[in-house]
């Protein structure tokens, strides 16, 4: 099964800004993941349609499953 993380952002226009993460740690939580995102806003590295990003809007992980049939 594969899990990936994803982080949803807005920039300073309110556009939506999403990067994705492959295999998270089981143990993410709340309160961990706003922190980290607060540190990628902070660190001002990301850029969305020429704005900053400034807003942490939601994470989520999704799993998948594949089951070979042949």
């Known amino acids: 099964m594969s899990k990936v993380l994803y982080l949803e952002f807005?920039?300073?226009g309110g556009d939506a800004f999403r990067m994705s993460?492959?295999?998270p740690?089981?143990?993410?939580?709340e309160d961990l993941v706003k922190e980290k995102m607060g540190l990628i806003i902070q660190a001002d590295v990301f850029a969305s349609k020429g704005e900053k990003i400034s807003v942490a809007k939601k994470a989520y992980v999704v799993e998948r499953q594949v089951t070979d049939i042949f």
């Open 10 to 12: 807005a920039n300073e």
């Open 21 to 23: 993460l492959n295999d």
């Open 25 to 29: 740690k089981d143990d993410l939580n």
